[in-house]
């Protein structure tokens, strides 16, 4: 199994840009988690889905963040637009009975 | 709210024993997972507790009491590779939703 897969791995990008991070999950894993983690807050989580469905998106910081699951092995977390205090590393996971993490995809807001 | 506390450095020599605790304050209890975390790295599964008790995993234990809303990880044989952040979580009573410790950044010596 490749595990939970996200790309890109690393995006550097300018104020004021859209970012768009994606993920796959592991095949047959029915919940899906977006966390992001920095030496301040920590492990935050932002949002998680169950069956591609969103339960609770209460983490997610403001407006400008958005996540969706069109389907089982896909989906996406947009910042738009992004401001340089959501460098971060945006983590996704999955799980049946097990969390998985993906690699993460470090975020650097110029 | 949800909380859950741990310490947020332990130092320890190779070959030791170490014991990470972790108590938790949660709206509701499913069950107390621990990841692992290598600077650069993604958290990764390493033990669950959903009943009172020891679980041995090789050279890792996890102990949950629920009463007490306590939980610890024990490290033997202490290893510098051990060196890393350790993480408890607690997935709420609904099971979908899991929060994340602050971490604990274990120094291994040699």
């Known amino acids: 199994d490749a595990g939970v897969i996200q790309s890109p791995r690393h995006e550097v990008t300018e104020m004021g840009q859209e970012v768009t991070l994606r993920c796959k999950p592991i095949?047959?894993?029915?919940?899906l988690f977006w966390y992001r983690q920095t030496m301040m807050r920590g492990l935050e989580l932002l949002i998680y889905?169950?069956?591609?469905?969103?339960?609770?998106d209460s983490g997610m910081p403001e407006d400008r963040f958005s996540a969706k699951m069109p389907n089982a092995s896909f989906s996406t977390l947009k910042i738009q637009p992004s401001e340089p205090r959501d460098s971060a590393v945006y983590f996704c996971?999955?799980?049946?009975?097990?969390?998985?993490f993906g690699p993460g995809t470090r975020l650097t807001v110029l | 709210g949800q909380s859950l506390e741990q310490p947020s450095e332990v130092t320890a020599v190779e070959g030791a024993i170490v014991q990470i605790n972790c108590t938790y304050q949660?709206?509701?209890?499913?069950?107390l997972s621990w990841y692992q975390q290598h600077d650069g790295g993604a958290p990764t599964f390493l033990s669950y507790?959903?009943?009172?008790g020891l679980e041995e995993t090789g050279r890792f234990s996890s102990f949950l009491s629920r009463s007490d809303s306590y939980g610890y990880l024990l490290l033997q044989e202490l290893q510098m590779k051990d060196s890393a952040s350790y993480f408890c979580?607690?997935?709420?009573?609904?099971?979908?939703?899991?929060?994340f410790g602050a971490g604990t950044r274990l120094f291994v010596k040699a």
């Open positions: 996971a999955s799980r049946s009975d097990t969390q998985y």
């Open positions: 095949s047959g894993h029915n919940s």
């Open positions: 889905f169950n069956n591609n469905v969103p339960i609770d």
């Open positions: 949660t709206s509701g209890f499913y069950g």
């Open positions: 507790n959903a009943l009172d």
């Open positions: 979580a607690v997935r709420d009573t609904g099971g979908f939703k899991t929060i």
